[in-house]
């Protein structure tokens, strides 16, 4: 089974947030609301697709085997 750790900073608010696949079912929000990130065992979706590009900057993205 893969996890995955995933570190992302919202452009809009400069809010730095930690995703961790192990938590499921949550969605991570910066502060400010305009950008979101759920993180499952398999794959990332963000809450807002529009802002995908433009206000989500991803700073680390690691995958573990365990």
Do not use: N
């Not at 893969?2 to 930690?18: F, R, T």
């Not at 949550?26 to 433009?54: H, I, N, W």
């Amino acid at each position: 089974m893969m996890h995955k750790i995933i570190v992302w900073q919202c452009k809009y608010c400069k809010d730095i947030i930690m995703s961790d696949s192990r938590e499921h079912h949550q969605m991570d929000q910066c502060k400010c609301g305009k950008c979101a990130v759920d993180l499952e065992s398999y794959g990332c979706r963000t809450a807002f697709p529009e802002t995908e590009s433009k206000g989500i900057k991803f700073l680390y993205d690691k995958s573990f085997k365990w």
